[in-house]
């Protein structure tokens, strides 16, 4: 069984550039949320993707998106960058149903650092 | 809206010996998870520890425990035995849970408590 990956492990971005971040969800995983961690904080959630349909969204701007693709992966794009955006980016998958917990498996994150 | 508060950026503990990290939350809710996470330097985090609201009795997986006082919306995490592999950042997190038995999809943590086991 695959665990959840990401990619790249680091990142160095300007101010006001565009970014994408990638996650391979753990196998047999139909959903994907991402959180962002602030240096010294909880992750904070931004979105989660169910289905290719984004189901549920935290205090984030629109320039946070994101998508799912069939096989279940995703990518979190961030437009315009401010500094404020310099965090460790996790994704973190789990398998949804109605009657069930759906535990989250989280990655091992991406370090993204705007300057 | 929820909110998880830990009061205790930092703790250390002896190898072998145990600690207890605490945990706060608010919520209006009465059906939720809780949970305790750790996330050691490699930043992969890793559930700890679940707890359901709706059960009485407290969790308990291995060397780690919680005490679930509702009424005070309280959920320490207790390690016994602490080894040099528990040091890590603990997080303590919420999730609502929905009457049909599914959960709502996000994660509410906390700031955080960095445990330090010396030898």
């Known amino acids: 069984e695959t665990g959840v990956t990401q990619s790249p492990t680091h990142l160095i971005k300007t101010r006001g550039q565009q970014v994408t971040l990638r996650c391979s969800s753990q196998?047999?995983?139909?959903?994907v949320s991402w959180y962002q961690q602030a240096l010294g904080q909880g992750p904070q959630f931004i979105f989660q993707y169910y289905r290719e349909e984004e189901n549920g969204r935290g205090n984030f701007p629109p320039r946070f998106s994101g998508l799912q693709f069939p096989n279940y992966s995703s990518e979190l794009n961030v437009n315009a960058l401010e500094l404020d955006d310099s965090a460790l980016y996790l994704c973190?998958?789990?398998?949804?149903?109605?009657?069930?917990?759906?535990?989250?498996?989280f990655g091992p994150g991406t370090r993204l650092t705007v300057l | 809206a929820q909110t998880v508060t830990q009061s205790q950026p930092e703790m250390s503990v002896q190898e072998a010996e145990t600690v207890t990290l605490s945990c706060t939350y608010d919520t209006s809710e009465s059906n939720y998870y809780l949970f305790w996470y750790k996330q050691p330097p490699s930043r992969q985090m890793i559930l700890v520890i679940r707890q359901e609201a709706y059960k009485q009795q407290n969790a308990t997986e291995n060397r780690f425990s919680v005490n679930f006082q509702k009424a005070a919306k309280s959920f320490s995490l207790k390690i016994s035995d602490s080894q040099l592999g528990d040091t890590a950042m603990y997080f303590c997190a919420f999730m609502k849970r929905f009457d049909y038995g599914g959960s709502q999809g996000n994660l509410i943590f906390g700031k955080g408590t960095k445990l330090s086991v010396k030898p």
């Open positions: 973190a998958s789990s398998w949804r149903t109605g009657d069930n917990y759906n535990e989250q498996f």
């Open positions: 196998s047999g995983h139909n959903t």
